[in-house]
């Protein structure tokens, strides 16, 4: 009888284990989904006022006007505020700082997960030279619609996030 009992036991115990590790290594991993979110274009420009590279996901109407007034600094007359259903849409922002001539950038969705999304900066519109002695500092502003997911910027293997 004790027999049985000590096997009962080895075999419980063993299962219990078994499934506990079982269930924490797959708690640990973050599984990728289909990208279910997609980026539209909002706006494009040459001159961000941002010397560094910047990265910035906008929920609100506040936020967007700051970052306007930061764009706006030396411009007369400013470029206008977007009008956006922060109810229905974020926006994300990005300037890749300092550069020498022009480029237009544009961002894509890299990776989708339970809890995050990864946007990525792509450069498939080469670097024009315009004159060697402009500088530019490119933005584009991206619409995505609202998700609680926090929303990180991958680019060369770096995290920029400002969320």
Known sequence: MHLRCAILYLLLAMSLSC????????????????????????????????????????????????????????????????????????????SSGRISGQKDLELCIKKEFRDSIWVGVENKIPLKKVNSGISTTPFCIYSIPQTAKKVVLFKNKEYLNKE
């Open 19 to 94: 499934s506990a590790q079982r269930k924490s290594a797959s708690d640990k991993v973050d599984k990728e989904e289909e990208p279910t979110s997609s980026l539209h274009l909002v706006m494009r420009g040459d001159y961000s006022n941002s010397m560094e590279p910047t990265f910035q996901v906008i929920r609100g109407e506040k936020a967007l006007k700051m970052l306007f007034s930061h764009i706006n600094k030396t411009r007369k007359p400013g470029i206008p505020v977007p009008a956006v259903d922060f109810k229905e849409n974020i926006l994300l922002f990005y």
